[in-house]
């Protein structure tokens, strides 16, 4: 069964203090790992796709990286728009179809 | 263009009563999918839609719980019998290719369940 696990649940920072966020996943022949932002009421929204070990993808403070058990979402001098939770989900090999098994996600909260 | 839609944003339902929940994906978007997100939890997998075939239904929770897409574009989720554990976010995605595409959602329906 595919697995993703997301630490830690809740981050808080300082404007401009950079951190990271962890998502390690157990699947069976990863497709792709994404990364996805979701506000309050909202539903998630596509940050990245990382398909194979080493893949880095960045965007504005947001960069995406991926190793073979785990990904990380590094987030440089954020600031307090970042404040969002942050899930990580992947998609398996062909036994699990098309889905995306999701992690539990981060919820961030950048101060002022 | 246009993102995903769904409607209503919001229902309320008395335990017992059918609801059905609607869902324009982006134009010309082959593959649907349907999730679940309880409170606080991430999205769990429902059902999946390649143009109006139903190619994976194994997340549906039980027998109460249909999906359609009969013109391979709009999908209806319908839940006969609803009962407060339904209680939940369903969250609607299209993708463009037939499957390993990033997934783009829509704002959701909360359901909830007296």
């Known amino acids: 069964e595919d697995q993703v696990t997301q630490s830690p649940e809740a981050l808080r920072l300082q404007e401009g203090e950079s951190s990271s966020l962890n998502c390690s996943y157990t699947?069976?022949?990863?497709?792709?790992l994404f990364w996805y932002r979701q506000d309050p009421g909202k539903g998630p929204e596509f940050l990245f796709t990382l398909y194979s070990a080493g893949e880095e993808k960045e965007k504005e403070r947001l960069k995406a990286t991926l190793t073979k058990k785990e990904s990380f979402l590094h987030i440089t001098a954020p600031k307090p728009e970042d404040s969002a939770t942050y899930l990580c989900a992947v998609q398996a090999g062909e036994t699990s179809g098309s889905r995306l098994t999701f992690g539990e996600g981060t919820q961030l909260t950048v101060n002022p | 263009g246009a993102g995903v839609s769904q409607s209503p944003r919001y229902k309320v339902a008395k335990r017992g009563q059918d609801v059905a929940l609607r869902c324009d994906p982006i134009s010309g978007h082959v593959s649907l999918f349907w999730y679940q997100q309880a409170l606080g939890q991430g999205p769990e997998f429902l059902t999946y839609?390649?143009?109006?075939?139903?190619?994976?239904k194994s997340g549906l929770p039980s027998d109460r719980f249909f999906a359609e897409r009969p013109e391979g574009s709009v999908s209806t989720l319908k839940i006969q019998r609803t009962q407060q554990e339904d209680s939940a976010v369903y969250l609607c995605?299209?993708?463009?290719?037939?499957?390993?595409?990033?997934?783009?959602f829509g704002p959701g329906t909360r359901l909830t369940v007296l």
């Open positions: 995605a299209s993708s463009f290719g037939s499957s390993y595409n990033e997934q783009f």
């Open positions: 699947v069976s022949g990863l497709r792709g």
């Open positions: 839609f390649q143009n109006e075939a139903q190619l994976d």
